[in-house]
């Protein structure tokens, strides 16, 4: 198996991990701290043209959902289009000019949040912005002809990244300091340990997998269960303030309100998907070390 691959993002909180625990690959990472915008189509196939590794992993992109909100004003020129779907169809651009194949990083957000479970089969249907701009990069990775994945991945945490502290992080500050937390009383999503995330991509890259399917971890729950499971976990007690997601995002990007993604696809490859309290013991375990 050739073990060179192109990235894109990876200089962030789930690609820096897979290359901790995947260190026999060669990976070129095409990024702005690398000096290459992606919304640059020129530079980008000189780099594809010039590499001979026969698989990308798309993870770059504008993430921050209320600034991509704010970027739906804007339309096609906003920073968020730009970056998540022109910058999206470059890379599939690139692939198909030099017969690369494709893995592209997407988010539970293409969902709309009023069934209790979505599977891979379930249409997507976006309420912000950032979940449409990611959407559009699905259907230009599965119209575009090549080979390539799509792997959905929601709510990533790990042990460590000091340059940005993930939700599991926040909270446990936030109960070691003895600080009130506010916590959303309606809303269901799935957390996914970080570690099965690059586990999960080593797979797809291994096996040349093709088709969509939900990267994320084995539990859905509520917000107030997984704080209190972070609390039992780590031996400490939240102080809880329910609020309601019209309080808590006031004035801010609509969120879906159930997120609960099905990862019962990606098992049957024979991935174990952590559940969010195993998850929590393993951050707990290497925290430790």
């Given at each position: 198996m050739?073990?060179?691959?192109?990235?894109?993002?990876?200089?962030?909180m789930v690609g820096s991990r897979f290359l901790e625990l995947f260190p026999d690959y060669t990976v070129l990472n095409l990024g702005k701290s690398d000096g290459v915008d992606i919304t640059d189509y020129e530079k980008i196939i000189n780099y594809f043209e010039e590499s001979k590794a026969p698989t990308v992993v798309h993870m770059a992109g504008k993430t921050d959902v209320d600034s991509c909100e704010d970027d739906k004003l804007f339309g096609e020129g906003g920073e968020a289009w730009r970056v998540n779907v022109e910058g999206t169809r470059n890379i599939v651009k690139a692939s198909q000019k030099t017969g690369k194949r494709l893995i592209y990083i997407s988010t539970d957000f293409v969902f709309n949040g009023t069934k209790d479970f979505y599977t891979e089969e379930d249409v997507p249907d976006p309420v912000n912005w950032y979940g449409y701009t990611k959407y559009e990069g699905e259907l230009s990775v599965a119209s575009s002809g090549i080979g390539y994945s799509i792997l959905r991945i929601s709510y990533p945490y790990r042990a460590y990244y000091p340059k940005k502290k993930d939700f599991v992080r926040r909270i446990l500050e936030k109960m070691t300091n003895k600080e009130k937390i506010y916590a959303l009383s309606d809303h269901i999503y799935t957390p996914t340990f970080i570690d099965d995330i690059a586990q999960g991509i080593n797979l797809f890259l291994e096996k040349n997998i093709e088709g969509t399917y939900?990267?994320?971890g084995r539990e859905s729950l509520s917000v107030i269960e997984g704080i209190t499971t972070i609390g039992g976990v780590f031996g400490l007690n939240p102080q809880l303030v329910p609020i309601t997601r019209?309080?808590?995002?006031?004035?801010?990007?609509?969120?879906p309100f159930k997120l609960g993604l099905k990862s019962d696809k990606i098992r049957n490859l024979d991935l174990k998907m952590n559940s969010f309290s195993e998850g929590l013991e393993k951050v707990k375990k290497q925290l430790s070390i």
């Open positions: 050739d073990k060179s691959i192109l990235t894109t993002g990876f200089n962030g939900h990267l994320v019209e309080q808590y995002f006031k004035d801010r990007a609509y969120r």
